[in-house]
């Protein structure tokens, strides 16, 4: 116990006073590689990755654009519409029959497609409902047999039967769906796009006299609707639809190049045209004109007023493509339009032989592509890019004292980009940059040869100091402003070159953070 | 009984490292039977004596080669509060750096007189040793961070060593004439459990360039008795059920000792401690790690760009590649952590002697030495003192003491070789040890005994 207090006596009270304590203090280097690596574009997009990207055998890159301006269906004008049958049959005479049934009514009307030029030879039906009702006054039982030859499904033609009591006033009804019929309508000298109807109406005699009146009739009623078709063939005529006028929006030229100055070497720009009609069409240009905004400039074609669209002969094969090659790209993208007004009218079998043969199918279509393919090859002035972001740090980062961000980068690109970074408060109000010099050449591009090929990578390597009273500024930022302007290769006088990006070009990058902390760690 | 021993062995072998020290002190302090543990040539002035299980003779020493309070603990001037001064911390460093922790306790001990000229001794004694080696590098990484160490290889090869064994131990001195006395002690060892590491080697590059990180690292630990507490698969409790019999290690080692009388005043010594070493064959399990590097050179720009991070393919590579791996390995010896004393002792006056020490203690491979000053005086046969002054583990302010107090049968002692220092100096104190117990004393020499080679 003595031995205890003489010990404690011994002690200053203050070094042992841990509730003044304040924490441990210490102030650690630490320094650790953030970033490193190579990276080309085929990187990024592995070849066959992306359709608008593609890499040609001397890994140029090319961007390519296709976007669908139109798309209108030729069946619209051959539409199937309703068609109906209104018959009524009076007995001839009054009067009383013996012997047996009496056969009242034989006869053939016709069902008429309304089908302008057309002569149509064949259509499978893929929907429609036919529709019979009959009525009677007679004083016997009649059977109503109504047959449409030419109607038929795997060799069955349609006949629908009725039997109509005997009444003062009898009426029946029937329906047959017509999904998966065909109609033949070859003109067998009863005329064109006619569907032939045979009508029988029999008095049934139940073994006893047949007494027949003098009003006494059978009205049959028949109407076909609903119908709609997977393959119509025939010969459409020369029939010439007038498209109305249209514009379309477009956005890949503001996309790319307006918010520049640019040049391109050999952008190639022009419209296709995919006919999956079995019918030769006639695409005459009445406007084709590129618009920025109310500046328009005319899209110069070859052929320059109309072209002939390439059909498949037969149903199943493949569709026609045919391309409008637009001759005055450079100054169509020179004014990076956002709109293209078109009015096209379409003329069906022009010079084409009477006796084609046309068909057109449920999916038959004609669709306007507009087709660009943008090589990366020319050349960029001030593309300027920016983004916001919120700080990623916080108060709590203050513990560092001071940072150095220590750079090495390597660029085969011909492309190089000035960055900034700017700070801002929660209106977005600039008090403070990263670079108090200006925007740094953080990226620079690579040197070029005439023909625009790498002739020696750019490389930056410096380190990016941020001391202590900067770092206590930008933690009072909420948000942070990266603006980074991109240019392409220049010649040693300043001129821009023509430089060719390509997909095996690398930016190499190696970055390292030293922080130099003061760090107290509390009790 | 036995089960307790285990138990206690159990719960130092879970605490900090350690190593055993000098013990300057007790090397003068002529009144107690427990000085013959410096040198097996002293002869205790009693007849008989017995050290009751457990509390005759207990021994802890803490040390600790690297930092003390004052390097960190420092008072800012502004506010006039304490805090942690990590670097000052650091400054204070050396090379390499120990923190050990031993303890002693005799299960039994006993001494008789055979004879004039022989002393017998028995003892049983539960020793346990940890020792961690704490490398400047290690620390420093952590205080300074690796970027003080740029384009430089930072060595951190912490080393950790446990030993405990059971000590059955015989001995005997002898006179041999009236100037040279010599004594022996043959011990059988049972060994407990026992940690050593036969290899560490990490190091971490840090480019000066791109600040990538380069780490590599090789281990070779070596353990017994050690593994299910390493897997988690038993818990310390679990010792209780432990017996004597499954003390399956054995060992031998001797204590070799001899005084020589140069003239009528001044007394030469020299012991030899813990010649021998412990064969492992029981529940031995090998720890390594053989070739580990890993460089991270930063996030790769291509993870990143196809929208993932790598830090999950690299916290798997880290872990894959520095993940010890163990394995049953074959029987091995680990060495004790032998001791040697020099000492000179001069009688300035009746019962007032003072004493010089040198010691040397080797341990794998590493020898640490220390310097002690002695001044022992007996007052009457009941109460015994020393003051000792000693320079060890890089650190010149150890002042201790030693006290003995008998009342027939029964003395009580401590001592220590720091006990005074510690809290008087202990903004610079690096180390605290201190030895107690009780004996049973029995037939104390009356003055001089009439020498044997007389008769």
């Known amino acids: ?122 259509i499978n039906l893929t929907e429609g409902l036919l529709e019979l009702n009959a009525y009677s006054n007679i004083d016997a039982e009649v059977e109503l047999l109504v047959t449409l030859p030419e109607i038929t499904s795997e060799g069955e033609a349609v006949s629908l039967t009725l039997r109509l009591p005997a009444s003062s006033s009898s009426y029946q009804y029937t329906t047959l769906h017509l999904s998966g019929y065909n109609i033949d ?47 119509m063939t025939g010969n459409f005529g020369q029939l010439k639809v007038s498209l109305p006028q249209n514009e379309i929006a ?120 507009l087709h660009a393919d943008i090589l990366l090859w020319g050349y960029l002035e001030a593309l300027t890019l920016t983004d916001t972001l919120e700080m990623p740090l916080q108060s709590e980062d203050a513990m560092v004292d001071e940072a150095l961000i220590r750079t090495h980068i390597q660029n085969e690109f011909p492309l190089g980009a000035d960055v ?75 001129t821009p070159v023509d430089v060719k990006i390509k997909s095996n070009q690398a930016l190499s990058v190696e970055l390292g953070l030293k922080t130099n902390m003061n760090v107290t760690v509390k009790q | 009984m ?32 427990q000085n013959h543990y410096i040198n097996p040539a002293f002869t205790p002035q009693q007849q008989f004596y017995l050290g009751l299980p457990g509390i005759s003779s207990t021994y802890l020493s803490v040390t600790n080669s690297g930092f003390n309070y004052s390097s960190l603990v420092s008072v800012n001037p502004e506010t006039d509060s304490l805090y942690i001064d990590l670097i000052g911390l650091q400054k204070g460093l050396g090379k390499k750096n120990y923190l050990n922790l031993s303890a002693q306790t005799d299960v039994l001990s006993l001494g008789l007189k055979v004879n004039a000229r022989m002393y017998l001794f028995l003892s049983s004694t539960l020793k346990v040793h940890n020792q961690l080696m704490y490398p400047e590098g290690m620390t420093g990484l952590l205080i300074n961070g690796n970027g003080a160490y740029l384009g430089e290889t930072v060595a951190f090869s912490p080393e950790v060593e446990h030993l405990s064994y059971l000590e059955n131990a015989i001995g005997a001195s002898y006179t041999v004439d009236k100037k040279l006395t010599v004594g022996a002690r043959f011990k059988l060892l049972k060994g407990v459990a026992n940690i050593q590491t036969a290899q560490s080697d990490f190091t971490l590059t840090t480019d000066a360039d791109t600040y990538a990180l380069n780490l590599k690292g090789t281990l070779q630990i070596q353990t017994a008795g050690a593994y299910d507490l390493i897997e988690g698969n038993i818990e310390l409790v679990d ?64 993870d990143l760009a196809n929208g993932g991070s790598g830090t999950a393919e690299l916290e798997q590579e880290l872990e894959e590649a520095f993940r010890p791996q163990d394995r049953p390995m074959d029987s091995y010896h680990s060495g004790l952590p032998g001791q040697f004393y020099l000492s000179a002792r001069y009688e300035l006056a009746r019962n007032l002697n003072a004493s010089g020490l040198l010691f040397a203690q080797s341990f794998n491979g590493n020898i640490n030495t220390a310097f002690s000053a002695t001044l022992n005086k007996d007052f009457g046969r009941r109460i015994g003192a020393s003051l000792s002054y000693t320079a060890a583990n890089r650190s010149f302010s150890n002042l201790g003491a030693g006290f003995s107090f008998r009342l027939t049968p029964i003395q009580f002692y401590f001592v220590s070789d720091n006990i005074i220092s510690s809290p008087i100096f202990y903004r610079s104190a690096k180390a605290l040890s201190l030895r107690a117990g009780l004996n049973l004393m029995f037939g104390y020499r009356k003055g001089p005994s009439k020498p044997p080679y007389d008769n």
């Open chain 1, 185 to 231: 309508l070859t003109d067998y000298g009863a005329g064109k796009n006619l569907i032939p109807v045979d009508i029988k109406a029999t008095v049934l005699s139940s073994g006893q006299d047949i007494s027949l009146g003098l009003n006494d009739y059978v009205e049959v009623n028949l109407e076909m609707n609903g119908l709609n078709f997977s393959l």
């Open chain 1, 250 to 369: 477009i956005d890949i030229f503001d996309q790319l190049f307006s918010k520049a100055n640019f040049s391109l070497k050999a952008p190639q720009l022009r419209i296709d045209v995919l006919n999956t009609n079995g019918v030769p069409v006639r695409l005459e240009k009445e406007l084709l004109q590129a618009r920025k905004d109310d500046k328009p400039v005319v899209v110069e074609t070859n052929p320059s007023t109309y072209f002939d669209l390439s059909y498949p002969s037969a149903p199943g094969e493949e569709a026609g493509l045919s391309s409008l090659e637009i001759t005055n790209i450079n100054d169509i993208i020179s004014l990076t339009p956002n709109f293209i007004d078109y009015k096209f009218s379409g003329h069906l079998n022009v010079d084409q032989p009477a006796d084609i043969v046309n068909f057109i199918t449920g999916e038959s279509k004609l669709a306007v592509i």
């Open chain 2, 2 to 33: 036995k089960k307790i021993y285990l138990l206690v062995c159990a719960l130092f072998a879970g605490s900090l490292p350690l190593l055993a020290q000098q013990e300057a002190t007790l090397h003068s302090m002529q009144s107690l039977p």
């Open chain 1, 1 to 122: 116990m003595a031995l205890l207090l003489g010990c404690q006596a011994c002690l200053n009270q203050k070094d042992f006073d841990f509730e003044q304590f304040e924490g441990v203090k210490l102030a650690p280097s630490v320094a650790v590689p953030l970033l490193h690596g190579s990276l080309t574009i085929e990187d990024l997009l592995p070849a066959g990755t992306n359709k608008n990207v593609v890499y040609d055998e001397n890994q140029l890159i090319h961007l390519v654009y296709d976007d669908t301006l139109y798309t209108t269906a030729i069946r619209d004008h051959f539409l199937l519409k309703p068609l109906w049958l209104n018959k009524a049959y009076y007995t001839p005479a009054e009067g009383v029959i013996s012997g047996g049934d009496y056969v009242a009514v034989n006869d053939r009307q016709f069902l008429s497609l309304d089908m302008g030029e057309a002569d149509i030879d064949e």
């Open chain 1, 420 to 494: 900034q970074v700017y700070f801002t408060n929660e209106h977005y109000d600039t008090f403070d940059s990263l670079f108090s010099e200006g925007p740094q050449a953080l990226i620079p591009a690579s040197e070029v040869t005439d023909k625009g090929e790498l002739a020696r990578a750019g490389s930056f390597t410096d380190d990016i100091e941020i001391n202590n009273q900067r770092f206590e500024r930008i933690l009072e930022a909420t948000h942070m402003i990266v603006k980074a302007t991109l240019y392409t290769s220049r010649n040693a006088d300043g």
């Open chain 2, 239 to 302: 010792f209780q059920n432990y017996s004597y019999s499954d003390l399956q290690n054995n060992g031998f080692a001797v204590d070799l000792g001899a005084t020589y009388q140069l003239s009528n005043r001044l007394m030469l010594g020299f012991s030899a401690l813990n010649l021998g070493s412990i064969k492992w064959k029981h529940d031995t399990r090998e720890y390594y790690l053989q070739g580990a590097e890993i460089t991270f050179r930063g996030l790769n720009v291509k």
